[in-house]
């Protein structure tokens, strides 16, 4: 084995079983499969089947199925062995594979190391390691949740202030080395926050450049925490983000109608902003009100011409409240108007709200008669179509003239009709040998 392969398999999820199948070929009862293809470089199969000994009490069996893939050096397995030690209380074994892979200079594994040292009792040794590494944003985070178990929050404290300055904030990513001062400022409010210091928490937050990350507003999130509901108000009078937690709060308490309104007061009118209005149309779903629901959305694809995740969301709410013909009427007339012709993209969203309202083979008729319709992409939806109505057989046909693009999913329905040999045929496709280059004399003809 080797950790770059390996590396490569695993993160584009080619030339292997994905985690997905191996868990199918489980359900299916071909545990003997996985236990096979563990020991054959599957690393997906080996990290499942290592799972089952250790639940069944075989540690020492599990480890040695991960022993090749640990061999290599590569940190995937390091981490999921690890996991699995300090899963089954051997924490000294867990701590010592990390070490040594943090000692050998992997970009990842101090991290891991210092967690896991503060996981149990030795979050002092974490923090001295961590405390050099207060300039790495990752780092840096890690320093703040280990430090409380160290009893070092004013240390850490101090060390943030520093990456603090008076005046100046960065503009861009790329303007300052080292940690954001505006990462700086929301971990010393995770400190503050933690020793109940709330309103100087509060203070610091209002003092950054950049108020999400990831679409989270830490100080919505840290006055939700703390039933500040008026100050909650106020701020996402003026942050979208902060709209957002205020409207997951007040479902949470219950308060729905709440909820609503406040999502209705967003900044923006909702038939503009399609983030918000599918975030309302699915807040009234969820609470029994899917007719407003679809008005809403109706609105939307009005304003918008209907994107396709847009119709997407429509049709959804169109067959929850059990009305494929009402969806099917919208998305023909909405059709009608764009002259009639729709890319695949646009019209196989239509496709379930067929085969409700007139069946399956209704719904693949109209689909093959479409100018795409014998396209692979097209072929993946059909074969959706048969497997949801019991009929897998007939979907792997129409994927198997498609193998090399829906590769995934024909595999999947292979397992289900119990074709494994078949399936991994097409997981692990035989890649040819390069020719071994020729010692003798070199000449100018064909072959070179």
């Not at 290599?72 to 899963?87: F, H």
């Amino acid at each position: 084995m080797d950790a770059s392969d390996l590396d490569y398999r695993a993160r584009t999820r080619s030339g292997c079983i994905p985690p997905e199948l191996v868990s199918r070929l489980l359900e299916r009862g071909y545990a003997d499969v996985v236990e096979l293809q563990a020991g054959r470089g599957e690393w997906f199969c080996a990290l499942a089947w290592a799972r089952l000994l250790g639940e069944q009490g075989r540690q020492a069996d599990a480890l040695d199925v991960l022993a090749p893939y640990l061999a290599t050096g590569w940190w995937t397995a390091v981490v999921a062995a690890a996991e699995l030690l300090e899963g089954w209380g051997r924490i000294g074994e867990a701590i010592e594979i990390t070490r040594v892979r943090m000692e050998a200079g992997h970009p990842m594994a101090l991290e891991s190391y210092t967690r896991l040292l503060a996981r149990h009792g030795r979050a002092e040794e974490a923090f001295s390691l961590l405390r050099p590494h207060i300039d790495e944003p990752s780092l840096a985070m890690t320093l703040v949740d280990v430090v409380e178990g160290a009893g070092r929050d004013e240390e850490a404290a101090a060390l943030l202030t520093g990456r603090i300055p008076d005046g100046h904030r960065c503009e861009s990513p790329w303007c300052c080395q080292g940690l954001d001062p505006d990462a700086a400022i929301g971990l010393l409010a995770t400190i503050r926050e933690r020793q109940g210091r709330i309103d100087e928490a509060i203070t610091l937050l209002r003092t950054r450049s950049v108020t999400s990350v990831n679409g989270r507003d830490h100080l919505a999130d840290l006055l939700a925490r703390h039933d500040r509901t008026g100050e909650l108000r106020a701020y996402a009078a003026a942050e979208d983000d902060a709209a957002w937690r205020l409207v997951e709060l007040l479902e949470e308490c219950g308060d729905v109608e709440g909820a609503i309104t406040a999502c209705q007061q967003a900044h923006r009118p909702l038939a503009h902003d399609p983030n918000s209005a599918v975030q309302l149309a699915q807040l009234l779903a969820r609470h029994g009100r899917g007719n407003e629901a679809i008005d809403v959305m109706c609105a939307l694809v009005d304003a918008r011409n209907g994107d396709d995740w847009i119709l997407h969301t429509l049709s959804d709410l169109f067959l929850d409240q059990g009305r494929p013909d009402d969806g099917l009427a919208y998305l023909d007339a909405l059709a009608a108007a764009r002259g009639g012709e729709e890319d695949w993209d646009l019209y196989w969203i239509r496709l379930p709200l067929i085969a409700a309202h007139h069946g399956v083979d209704d719904a693949i008729a109209q689909a093959r008669s479409h100018p795409e319709g014998t396209t692979w992409y097209a072929a993946s939806h059909i074969a959706e179509l048969l497997a949801g109505a019991g009929r897998i057989e007939e979907a792997v046909t129409v994927l198997e003239q498609h193998a090399s693009q829906n590769g995934h999913d024909l595999a999947g329905y292979l397992i289900d009709l119990g074709r494994i040999r078949d399936a991994l045929a097409i997981l692990q496709p035989r890649i040819p040998q390069t020719p071994a280059l020729s010692n003798g004399p070199w000449h100018d003809d064909p072959p070179f």
